[in-house]
């Protein structure tokens, strides 16, 4: 499977700012997958990152909140915007494996905490 | 609309005993389905996909499968402290690279 890292793996963030949190695969793939973990909670899908095209967003989720770029094949980043303390969440970028089976891997995660 | 739903436990299991997990979802027009294990802290991890009706086993790890019912189920054989986790069942229901819809896990407890 693809080896995915994200950065940053922890932050504590003011709310009102923002937070750009970047994945980089180290082989190419078509799509990429934003997913968020709020605490207790299952991981719900924020968007789908297409190379060469806008995003696609899961319903309650929106581009002016969590904008998304996809320069190239290996790399996204997920920008999380005007954070308030509900954005407190785990977000993992995920890839599909190599045989397309329909499995997913995920990077190691980004842990926000909003005060 | 697609769901998965699991019981969110905790499920609790003697040393060397044998784990059951379940799980149910929506829709018949799903094509695979995969069970990921969830440390506390840690991102998920794959430990078992099925595709077809019937089971699988990999090591201590039987995935069963039954697309009438509409429900999946792993099974942990000999657990282990160590199996103390999370986990979760998550459905395909496109093809090749589409995203997966995970219900929201059972909490797994292995007493020594």
């Known amino acids: 499977s693809a080896v995915i890292s994200q950065k940053p793996s922890r932050d504590i963030c003011q709310r009102g700012t923002s937070l750009t949190i970047q994945c980089q695969v180290d082989s190419q793939v078509t799509m990429m997958f934003w997913y968020r973990q709020q605490p207790g909670q299952s991981l719900t899908l924020i968007a789908t990152?297409?190379?060469?095209?806008?995003?696609?967003?899961e319903s309650g989720f929106v581009i002016d909140k969590f904008p998304i770029s996809r320069p190239n094949l290996t790399f996204s980043t997920l920008t999380v915007s005007n954070l308030s303390p509900e954005d407190s969440s785990i977000y993992l970028c995920s890839v599909g494996g190599e045989r397309g089976t329909g499995e997913l891997f995920f990077g190691e995660g980004s842990r926000l905490t909003v005060l | 609309q697609k769901e998965v739903e699991q019981n969110s436990g905790p499920l609790s299991v003697p040393e060397g005993a044998i784990a059951s997990l379940n799980c149910t979802y929506s829709?018949?027009?799903?094509?695979?389905f995969f069970w990921y294990r969830q440390y506390s802290g840690k991102s998920p991890e794959l430990i078992m996909s099925i595709y077809s009706n019937g089971d699988k086993e990999d090591g201590r790890f039987t995935a069963q499968l039954n697309k009438a019912s509409q429900y999946v189920s792993l099974l942990i054989r000999d657990s282990q402290p160590s199996d103390s986790a999370t986990y979760l069942c998550?459905?395909?229901w496109g093809s090749g690279n589409t995203p997966l819809v995970f219900g929201k896990g059972t909490r797994l407890s292995v007493i020594a």
């Open positions: 829709d018949r027009v799903s094509q695979s």
């Open positions: 998550a459905v395909n």
């Open positions: 990152a297409n190379q060469g095209s806008e995003a696609t967003y």
